[in-house]
């Protein structure tokens, strides 16, 4: 038994094609009129090209069949091919087939470099001209479909990018003695780096920052997840190295190996001048004292989500009037110049150094001034610092 087909072109479009047919001559209009009207397009005729522009400006149409030459007696078919570049800003995705009498091999590619998608010559045959208008309608539909679906890819992360903004603190709580700032920089519109501040008390504090592998909506998803179980009531009445323990294992059992995180967290006791922290792989944190001698904070143990066990260490700090504590993600170090020289830590840190006397805020700006500088540009990856003045 013999299946019958269905034009491709009717099951998709129950509503008829909207053609646009621009020509200076009546009759060449009224044919191509009733040839597409006969095939069961939607016709609208414009017989200049100030009646085109108003047509396109007022609906929306699934193809332009247009002559190149409006004028009388002239051939070149210059004026269509300005006429382009209006057409292509008032609709950037509408196949577009140029006809013409007077075509030439140089006349054609210069229309199809503006946007032209075929090329028909006076007189046209029929059944020619019908198949290369539905191969231009389809690739007309092709387009418009990826054009919404990246409006609506753009849309969804513009959301998500405010969803996930708002998982960062809006306001970093500050301790008596101390000065806290923040700041968070993704490359795209999403990222995968973290940093909050909690209060643990009257007079102590969490901080923490993380970066999570991958970059887009994948390593946003996992950092809400991250900041949902370090800010949990149960995560936060734990030790430095129980927290790194307890989300590595969580982080190992529920997703990939090829997802890890690298994370830094420290309890700030204010009034005692004392950090304890656990360094998950992380980027080992810069704390500069007064008279302008360093140390790293890196004791505690591997990235998190690549073992499924691990035993996690943790240190302890003493602070001092004058101290600034620098913490920070790979975007910032690895920032690199016009000959991809990375910024690096000793840069950072030679940075601190020198500007130590400055408070949190004020030396988080001097730094993601400094390393704007020298990248020449926006950051290439996601940055995040988080910076604490002993006052």
């Not at 969804?156 to 101390?178: D, N």
């Not at 000959?339 to 993601?368: C, N, S, W």
């Amino acid at each position: 038994m013999e299946t019958l087909l269905e034009d491709p072109m009717t099951v998709e479009h129950s509503a008829p094609l909207r053609a646009l047919i621009a020509d200076d001559q009546p009759a060449v209009l009224e044919a191509l009129r009733l040839l597409l009207k006969q095939h069961g397009y939607e016709v609208e005729t414009a017989g200049s090209p100030v009646a085109l522009i108003r047509s396109l400006e007022s609906r929306v149409f699934d193809l332009l069949l247009m002559d190149l030459n409006y004028t009388r007696d002239t051939t070149s078919g210059q004026e269509g091919l300005d006429l382009l570049s209006r057409i292509r800003a008032l609709d950037h995705a509408l196949p577009v087939v140029a006809m013409t009498a007077w075509g030439s091999v140089e006349l054609a590619v210069e229309a199809m470099h503006r946007g032209v998608g075929d090329f028909v010559l006076k007189p046209w045959d029929n059944d020619r001209l019908l198949a290369i208008l539905r191969a231009q309608i389809e690739q007309g539909r092709t387009r418009r479909r990826a054009r919404q679906l990246e409006s609506e890819e753009k849309s969804e992360l513009l959301e998500a990018r405010e969803i996930q903004r708002g998982l960062l603190p809006r306001e970093i709580p500050q301790l008596a003695g101390y000065e806290i700032a923040g700041a968070w920089q993704p490359a795209h519109l999403v990222g995968g780096d973290y940093f909050d501040v909690f209060e643990l008390g009257a007079s102590r504090a969490a901080l923490c920052i993380a970066d999570v592998a991958g970059k887009g909506m994948p390593a946003a998803l996992l950092m809400s997840n991250l900041q949902a179980m370090v800010r949990g009531s149960t995560f936060a009445a734990l030790e430095p190295k129980a927290l790194c323990a307890k989300v590595n294992s969580i982080i190992r059992a529920n997703t990939g190996s090829e997802k890890f995180v690298t994370l830094f967290y420290a309890r700030l006791d204010g009034p005692a001048k004392k950090l304890v922290y656990a360094n998950g792989g992380h980027n080992a944190p810069v704390l500069v004292h007064a008279d302008g001698s360093h140390e790293r904070l890196s004791d505690g143990g591997p990235l998190l989500g690549v073992f499924p066990e691990w035993d996690y260490g943790q240190s302890e700090v003493e602070l001092s009037s004058g101290d600034r504590l620098v913490l920070f993600t790979d975007g910032v170090t690895e920032a690199a110049d016009s000959h991809d020289e990375e910024f690096g830590e000793a840069r950072l840190i030679g940075l601190v150094v020198e500007h130590r006397r400055l408070g949190a805020r004020d030396l988080q700006g001097k730094i993601l001034e400094v390393v704007a500088a020298f990248s020449g540009g926006p950051f290439r990856d996601d940055a995040t610092l988080l910076v604490v003045a002993v006052e």
